[in-house]
């Protein structure tokens, strides 16, 4: 199996709360802690969903759940938690099992008692599902079920205070809780009698310690309204229900045995990534869009068109591919898609329609998208973007500049000031801007729209020759990462690696050989690519701190997962075939990290120093994306 955990390490803090689950409804919502349940961030929770009237952000409802067996007026709390200082209750001691497939399970023994909970989403719904099945027990035993409420979004946390509502106002089979009226009811429900005993009360100071460690505030109070009770005889289950809307308790043990077979066997690397990549897919209030990751990322269109392909045509999921185009699509205004502005953004959609195109063919992606690839090319020649920051010159490269804004991926940001301010000709840019014309103008002869073919053929042999006269250095042997008037940054960054990856590269097989020997000696490492060389004097290797010390490492040496897939890329446009090998035991090596931090996913960082720990989002769609990409990749060249 892929994803197996040493069962005698589940007693071990130090193992189990590095290592974080999480399941989704695909509908916006998620639920997510450590493999104890203790929630270590304020992301954490078991139920997470969009709050429509504060626009679609993701607020936590239910935090956690503690479960207790109570035997001959013995009580066992299973549950854990961190307050100032210490942990209580300890209910860790008592994890005998924990599995992840074919959703996440724990084991719990106390003395003779057996207890085993299933935790599960009901995809397309906003409803968490937890089944406590009674597997021993040599005398009466009763569960004790205690929710834990917090009723904030997910970027905040909550604070004892008057205004929560801690009245529970009875429903069929539970309860329904709403602590503040701006937010929706929370119905707690059970398929089996329980009674509800009511006792409403703040637990004050639970302890965060991945808040504290990013130098957040990490304490929070949780209101509890009470807690139900019920008696469970050996070989019985029972189904605790969270929901947004009353539910049929009648229904709930078919429900979760319907929901359980609709799950995929996640037994190997590639079966545990797809799994992952269909996490990202989501549809809320009938638009189709891609989670950029979790715990606290939204759908954003950069992540999105870096890792579409990857998370969606590798499986075959064609028509998912094209919803979240045509989303995407619906956004762009003025050349640009949303709000952010930024230079590559824009140009990496060009990159998604040229692997879309292999599933549909030219005269789909023509007819579909052509009017916004007309208006992207259009509007960076013309200088017509906002403020005109993002502009085609007459040399035919694009030039990127605004007062106090990052507009290449490389936006990190400290306070006011840009770690990376890469200002003018940026060198993945224009290597972006060359795929994107000559793409547009092989698309358009394909389908034979010959007007835009004379308006645009000319212009990417007048990109190429500017960009090899603007960013290749004889003496150095590889490109600059920027140029801004007469000044020219050589930091080693992987940036020029999208000059050889791209479909359509401006550079020759030379000059693309002498750039990937710099990319293996100085970026290269075993879980992807380094943002700088460690031989810089500005180079971070570790990505930890608060947030000012992790924001200063974010691109000075932090190694992102997603540039993996173009190093890729670019060595089987070297070296064909005979790179297979290497290329299988490259991505091999991210196999070994799917139990160790977000659970059967990849994240979104990883430290640039060995032993490369990773950090960021626990589960990054570019991440998981390249990984499915670069496994089709190898795929393909083996035929």
């Not at 989670?291 to 392909?309: D, K, V």
């Not at 259009?378 to 005109?388: E, F, H, I, K, L």
């Not at 490492?525 to 060389?533: D, K, Q």
């Not at 173009?566 to 290497?582: C, D, N, P, T, W």
Request: hydrophobic share 40%.
């Amino acid at each position: 199996m892929a994803l197996s955990f040493d069962k005698a390490q589940l007693g071990n803090l130090e193992y189990s709360l590095q290592r974080e689950m999480l399941a989704t409804n695909r509908a916006g919502g998620y639920m997510s802690t450590t493999i104890v349940c203790c929630n270590t961030r304020k992301y954490h929770g078991l139920m997470v969903c969009p709050v429509r009237e504060f626009g679609d952000e993701e607020f936590v409802l239910l935090s956690s759940l503690d479960e207790t067996i109570i035997q001959h007026d013995q009580s066992f709390n299973l549950a854990l938690h961190r307050f100032k200082g210490n942990y209580e209750p300890r209910g860790h001691k008592y994890i005998v099992d924990f599995k992840y497939t074919p959703t996440q399970t724990i084991t719990y023994r106390v003395g003779g008692v057996v207890l085993r909970k299933e935790l599960l989403w009901v995809h397309s719904a906003e409803q968490l599902l937890v089944r406590y099945t009674l597997e021993a027990a040599h005398s009466q035993t009763l569960l004790r079920l205690r929710p834990f409420l917090a009723f904030r979004n997910r970027h905040s946390l909550s604070k004892a205070n008057m205004d929560a509502d801690g009245r529970s106002y009875p429903v069929n089979g539970g309860v329904r809780n709403q602590l503040y009226s701006s937010l929706p009811s929370l119905y707690m429900q059970l398929s089996r009698p329980a009674a509800h005993v009511a006792v409403p009360d703040w637990y004050c100071n639970f302890e965060y310690a991945k808040e504290i460690e990013r130098g957040f505030d990490g304490y929070e109070d949780l209101m509890t309204t009470g807690y139900f009770e019920l008696e469970l005889k050996a070989g019985q289950s029972v189904v605790f229900s969270a929901s947004t809307s009353e539910i049929d308790t009648s229904t709930l043990d078919r429900l979760f045995n319907e929901e359980l077979a609709r799950r995929s066997s996640k037994v190997d690397f590639m079966s545990v990534l797809q799994h992952s990549a269909r996490q990202f897919l989501i549809l809320y209030r009938g638009s189709t869009m891609l989670q950029a990751g979790y715990p606290w990322y939204n759908p954003r269109s950069r992540e999105t068109f870096i890792s579409l392909a990857g998370c969606t045509l590798t499986q075959g999921l064609v028509n998912r591919c094209g919803d979240i185009l045509n989303h995407h699509k619906g956004r762009l205004h003025n050349g640009i898609f949303g709000s952010h502005i930024a230079a590559d953004t824009q140009l990496w959609f060009f990159h998604t329609l040229s692997e879309y195109e292999k599933a549909v063919g030219a005269q789909a992606v023509w007819r579909d998208f052509g009017d916004a690839i007309r208006e992207i090319l259009y509007v960076y020649r013309s200088g017509a973007t906002p403020d005109n920051c993002i502009r085609m010159k007459s040399n035919g490269l694009v030039y990127a500049y605004k007062e106090g804004a990052a507009l290449t991926w490389m936006n990190a940001k400290s306070g006011d000031r840009l770690v990376t301010p890469r200002f003018g000709y940026a060198v993945e840019v224009n290597a972006l801007w060359y795929n994107a014309v000559c793409y547009a103008v092989e698309l358009a002869r394909k389908v034979g729209d010959m007007d835009f073919v004379a308006d645009w053929e000319a212009l990417p042999e007048l990109i190429k020759a500017s960009f090899n006269e603007m960013f290749w250095c004889d003496e150095h042997k590889y490109l600059a990462d920027y140029v801004n008037n007469d000044y020219k940054n050589f930091d080693i960054r992987p940036n020029q690696l999208l000059a050889l990856s791209l479909k359509y590269s401006p550079l020759s097989d030379e000059r693309k050989g002498a750039v990937m020997s710099i990319v293996r000696s100085h970026l290269l490492t075993a879980r992807g690519i380094r943002t700088l060389s460690p031989r810089n004097l500005a180079y971070k290797g570790r990505y930890m701190g608060d947030q000012l010390k992790r924001d200063m490492a974010t691109h000075q040496g932090t190694v992102f997962p997603w540039l993996f897939e173009h190093y890729i890329r670019a060595q089987f446009s070297l070296s064909g075939r005979s790179f297979i090998v290497e290329a299988e035991d490259l991505l091999g090596n991210f196999a070994e990290d799917i139990t160790l931090y977000g659970i059967g996913s990849v994240p979104e960082i990883y430290d640039g120093d060995p032993s490369h720990n990773p950090a960021g989002a626990i589960s990054f769609a570019p991440s998981v994306g390249a990984m499915l990409q670069v496994r089709a990749i190898i795929d393909s060249m083996k035929q």
